[in-house]
């Protein structure tokens, strides 16, 4: 995999497309700040959101169902678009050294939870033109999925990666995702405190895995439970324990800090 940057396009270029905005609307937009209630704009896959906060949001949509969870993904409309984009613009060799410890020749590699797939769209970046690899994308079926997927497709026919199969293989409310192929290599990154089950979420994956595969992840924990940030689920806290003990029951800890010294590492782990 070449480090160096193959694409010279700016960071904005596909959200400037996407959502016919300009990149300093598009900075702008995706720039967090408590109290603001920016105008998103609406695509051919979501609706226009405005006048409202992200805190607004949170509050006014309920999330004590899976219905409730991903119709909130769905009514925020193009919010975390912006907003992973943004985050993930300075973090591409942070994303190259977690993809050179996990990714092998001929790999299937999964990014879970996506959103916008940072991950995916730096792999795609930078292979070479000739690797071989097939991908699946995994999240709820929100605005931030439709565009990352977008973006990851839009990428592989830019740069003609001929050798390369990106597969959209959704979470629905009534069932988690099924691969067509033992999966080699996966990340989840700041996703397992979003999701309602973290324990059903990795018991999931783990029968998906083939032999010896790598799995890199964090699980965010927040210092005041009582005081949760945004989307993130008490369901998901509450059951932080029990995946642990299913991590180190069923993975060997490669990398990273041990939970109990460093919550909110991120760790890399290789199937027992």
Known sequence: MDTSTLN???????????Y??????ALELGTRSPGRKPSLPGSSTTHAVTGLTFEDIWRLKPRNTQEEIFQFYKDQGAWSAFRQ?????????????ILS?????????CEYGC?????????????????????FLSDVQS?????GVWRARKLIKDRNLKNVELLDVPVLPDSLPKYESPIDSIIIFEVLEHVPSPVNTIENIFNQMSSNSLICENFIKHVDDDDQDGP?????????????????NNFKLLAGAHELNSPNDTRLWIRK
């Open 8 to 18: 010279e396009k700016s960071w904005s270029d596909d959200l400037c497309e996407y």
């Open 20 to 25: 016919n905005v300009t990149p300093q609307q």
């Open 85 to 97: 984009v943004v985050r993930h613009k300075d973090l591409v060799q942070y994303h190259l050294n």
């Open 101 to 109: 410890h996990i990714l092998r020749n001929n790999a299937v590699f």
């Open 115 to 135: 959103g916008v797939a940072p991950y995916t769209y730096t792999l795609l970046n930078h292979i070479d033109k000739e690797a071989k690899i097939t991908i």
């Open 143 to 147: 605005e931030h999925y439709h565009f």
């Open 232 to 248: 993130d689920l008490r369901s998901a806290a509450l059951e932080r324990t029990k995946y642990y003990s299913f991590m180190e």
